[in-house]
């Protein structure tokens, strides 16, 4: 039976540790937290140099947070928009293409009924099966498949495209949508907009907007309260659409 992955938070330091398999020690650079400690359902356990952690079961972003990388992620803050503005749920089926590591289908998959990942890459669709078992998710179908050639899926909630032709999917998705449905591109080049959005021209996909999402932190921490130095900046232009 696979082992339910834990989270080991230190107490002195706020370093956090992911623990995928409860029955082994784990080895910190605080100290080793034995097995018989991580499956006793402890909420605070101690290691062999005496250190204090936190035991919490874990969540879907602590996963999310460890998972294997290799094309370029989607951030959680171009995600967040695009389960917001396209409001997908568990009722919803949805292709996404291409798929990267997995990060937006995996927050997908987390919302929506059914999710179909079309990646070309042998790499990254490697990276994809290696990345998705972590997650226990039984509604995601992954396809080795050039979406270029069309869409065999129908009725779809919301397409999402992170290719660098997304124009070249214009077509196949306002047939593969059904009416009310959105499709999403995301490209980190605006002239990638610019043509998606000239593609829709005489379809039956309107282009909603365009939008870019820029985050910044804060310190706050007595006295102190002004914005951090660094930000997270641009990532990518996001356009939403939606079949009329």
């Known amino acids: 039976m696979k082992s339910t992955p834990k989270i080991l938070i230190e107490k002195s330091s706020s370093k956090k540790y992911i623990v995928k398999y409860t029955k082994e020690d784990f080895h910190t650079s605080s100290g080793v937290v034995k097995s018989k400690d991580l499956q006793a359902n402890k909420e605070v356990v101690v290691s062999s140099k005496g250190k204090e952690f936190f035991v919490l079961e874990s969540r879907f972003t602590d996963l999310w947070e460890s998972m294997q990388r290799g094309p370029q992620l989607l951030l959680p803050k171009d995600i967040g928009w695009i389960l917001a503005k396209t409001g997908v749920n568990k009722e ?68 999402t495209l992170d290719l660098p032709e997304p124009w070249k999917v214009t077509l196949p998705a306002e047939k593969a949508l059904k009416n009310g449905g959105f499709i999403v591109v995301y490209a980190p080049q605006i002239n990638q907009c610019k043509q998606f959005i000239d593609s829709a021209k005489g379809t039956r996909i309107a282009i909603i907007e365009t939008v870019e999402l820029l985050e910044r932190k804060w310190k706050i921490a007595g006295q102190i309260m002004r914005p951090e130095f660094e930000m997270l900046g641009h990532t990518g232009f996001l356009v939403r659409g939606r079949k009329m």
């Open 92 to 159: 919803s089926k949805v292709v996404d293409a291409g798929g990267g590591s997995g990060s937006l289908c995996l927050f997908l998959a987390n919302v929506c009924k059914e999710v179909t990942v079309y990646e070309v890459n042998a790499e990254h669709h490697r990276v994809l099966l290696k990345n998705i078992p972590a997650f226990g998710f039984s509604n995601i179908k992954v396809k080795q498949e050039d979406i270029y050639k069309g869409i065999a899926e129908k009725e779809l909630d919301l397409i």
